[in-house]
């Protein structure tokens, strides 16, 4: 049997030999006291990078997006984010349950954007009926939206709203560096009118664990308040800070060759009749089936060692990643043609 090409999420990606070297290697103390230097550094470069003031280094992209949601927050508030975004439907409503508040979910668009005009009539009123709206929650790449990059304008226009309405602005941007290679500006750009940005090291960029919240320097310092009490202090945390930083210098540049993996692996897919694939502007391919059930050509692509993950009832969803090259999507194209006349209807 040929190697398993595991095309679930960019999440299964290994660290190489160069970063476990560099993990090997970190300069450690204390985090929680504040004295691990590589941590330390690694919030300086995070914070440069996305634009903002400050950062601070966290176990998880669920827990960097709780810890954002919980520090713009008083519990009994209530947000405002799309239906198909992460926070809403990945994260155990952990929003609501750790943090007070409330969700209101408006449609996201197919681009993974938000109307500003539902926006706008979401927002409340302030009286003594009401929860505050103090915060709107945006997401780039969009997952759920097949790794959509939300466009700029669409993202300025909503910031402009959010903050002409007095909200604060959280952008989940666990793939920003997906949307910023799409869009072909900095992920700083990106962010640049979001008052708060999260982002995981630990998908396209390749780390074994990781996120940052990234923002203002007191928010950062509530921000870290919060996530002690989540649990997330972490003590000689730059053995894994280590390999973020050796992240953030070698693997953002090379993001656009997972793009084109992916362009290359939705354009085979789709020569299929029964895969309807969009085009994706990033590294996520969805497909969806037309004849067969979902568990029946999830079940075949396994046989023929090629790993995807159900992401709707009669959906795929294929990730390419660093640990996939250009010669693994054509092996793979393979594979699945051998599939594609073998399910039944
Ligand atoms: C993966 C992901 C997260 C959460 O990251 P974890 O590290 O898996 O907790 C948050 N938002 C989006 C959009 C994601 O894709």
Redesign the pocket.
């Known amino acids: 049997m040929s190697a398993i090409i595991d095309l679930r999420?960019d999440?299964v990606s290994k660290p190489s030999d160069a970063m476990r070297r560099a993990m090997a290697e970190a300069e450690v103390g204390d985090d929680v006291f504040g004295d691990d230097p590589t941590v330390n550094r690694l919030e300086a470069m995070a914070a440069e990078r996305a634009g903002k003031e400050a950062a601070v280094y966290v176990p998880?992209?669920?827990?960097?997006?709780l810890i954002s949601v919980m520090t713009h927050t008083q519990p009994g508030d209530e947000i405002l984010l799309g239906d198909h975004?992460?926070?809403f439907n990945?994260?155990v409503a952990g929003a609501p349950r750790l943090a007070g508040v409330q969700t209101h979910p408006l449609p996201n668009l197919p681009g993974g954007g938000l109307d500003p005009a539902a926006v706008e009539t979401a927002i409340r009123e302030p009286n003594i009926h009401t929860p505050r709206n103090p915060l709107l929650c945006l997401?780039n790449?969009?997952?759920r939206c097949g790794g959509a990059a939300v466009p700029l304008a669409e993202m300025d226009a909503l910031t402009a709203l959010a903050h002409g309405r007095g909200l604060a602005v959280h952008l989940?941007g666990?793939?920003i560096f997906n949307a910023a290679a799409a869009l072909g500006v900095t992920a700083a750009r990106v962010a640049r009118d979001c008052d708060t940005v999260?982002f995981?090291l630990?998908?396209g960029l390749g780390c074994p664990v990781g996120?940052l919240v990234c923002g203002p320097k007191e928010f950062i310092a509530l921000a870290r308040r919060n996530r002690k009490m989540l649990g997330g202090g972490m003590r000689q945390a730059g053995i894994l800070a280590a390999a973020g930083i050796y992240a953030l210098e070698h693997n953002i540049d090379r993001i656009h060759e997972d793009h084109e993996n992916a362009a290359l692996l939705a354009e085979g897919l789709g020569r299929h009749e029964v895969f309807h694939v969009r085009r994706p502007q990033t590294n996520i391919v969805v497909a969806d089936i037309v004849r067969g059930t979902l568990a029946g050509w999830l079940q075949a692509f396994r046989r023929e060692g090629v790993l995807a993950v159900a992401f709707g009832p009669a959906r795929m969803r294929l990730v390419t990643h660093l640990n996939i090259s250009r010669g693994d999507i054509e092996d793979a194209l393979g594979r699945i043609a051998r599939t594609a006349g073998a399910v039944p209807a």
């Open positions: 999420s999440t998880s992209g669920t827990m960097a997006n975004c992460h926070i990945y994260e997401e790449t969009h997952n989940d666990a793939r999260s995981c630990s998908k996120s």
